[in-house]
């Protein structure tokens, strides 16, 4: 079962802040981010481990909600460098899902000047 | 140090055909997914290896689609009679860490099948 995220498009100003969401289903060990720039691989941004850690990378940081199985990506003062596909992806806890990296449909974020 | 290598980067065949697509992974890496991504969709699992066992294959679409990893490095997608549907860009990553602990995934350019 894939995350869900949300929004599935974002359009912002520079320098205006945006939050992207991803929801599961299912218990979680871990949340990944990811962002892929058109014609481009996706490119790690942050893993959280349950435990409710917040990390961060530049402006952009995340939280994670292990008992409502969600995390948020959060960017603030965006850049036009912003601009991509956010991918999150999930690690359930237990079963045949172990180890399984399973990502959402992705949100497309524009930062217009 | 080289990234995840994958070839051919662009693959054109006709439907039923068979083809191959390999993936050489970052040296030492233990862990090595497959995933797909259609024009403008998401990623999607086809199957992970840790080693050279692959725990979850559940994502492969059909019994058309197989893969399997040598020596704990390279690994190879088949995909046999394809069809029109299975056009893609198929994307190989690989980790240090696998399993609960999978870390970052450092992904290759992709191979990119257009079956026509």
């Known amino acids: 079962q894939q995350p869900v995220q949300s929004p599935q498009a974002v359009i912002l100003r520079e320098g205006e802040d945006a939050v992207i969401n991803c929801s599961s289903s299912k218990a979680l060990y871990s949340v990944h981010w990811y962002r892929q720039k058109h014609g481009e691989a996706p490119v790690f941004l942050m893993i959280?481990?349950?435990?409710?850690e917040q990390k961060g990378h530049e402006k952009i940081s995340a939280s994670f909600n292990e008992k409502k199985q969600q995390s948020s990506l959060y960017l603030t003062a965006s850049q036009l460098s912003y601009s991509g596909t956010y991918f999150c992806g999930t690690v359930s806890v237990a079963g045949t899902s172990y180890g399984k990296l399973t990502f959402g449909q992705g949100t497309i974020l524009t930062v217009h000047p | 140090g080289a990234g995840v290598s994958q070839s051919p980067s662009n693959k054109v065949t006709e439907k039923g055909k068979d083809v191959e697509l390999r993936c050489d992974p970052i040296s030492g890496h233990t862990a090595l997914y497959w995933y797909r991504q259609s024009l403008g969709q998401g990623l999607e699992f086809l199957i992970y290896?840790?080693?050279?066992?692959?725990?979850?294959k559940s994502g492969l679409p059909s019994d058309r689609f197989s893969a399997e990893r040598t020596g704990g490095s390279v690994s190879t997608l088949t995909i046999q009679r394809t069809q029109q549907e299975d056009s893609a860009v198929y994307l190989c990553a690989s980790s240090s860490l696998g399993g609960a602990n999978t870390g970052e995934l450092f992904f290759g350019e992709g191979s990119r099948l257009t079956v026509l």
């Open positions: 290896f840790q080693g050279n066992s692959a725990p979850d």
């Open positions: 959280l481990l349950k435990g409710g």
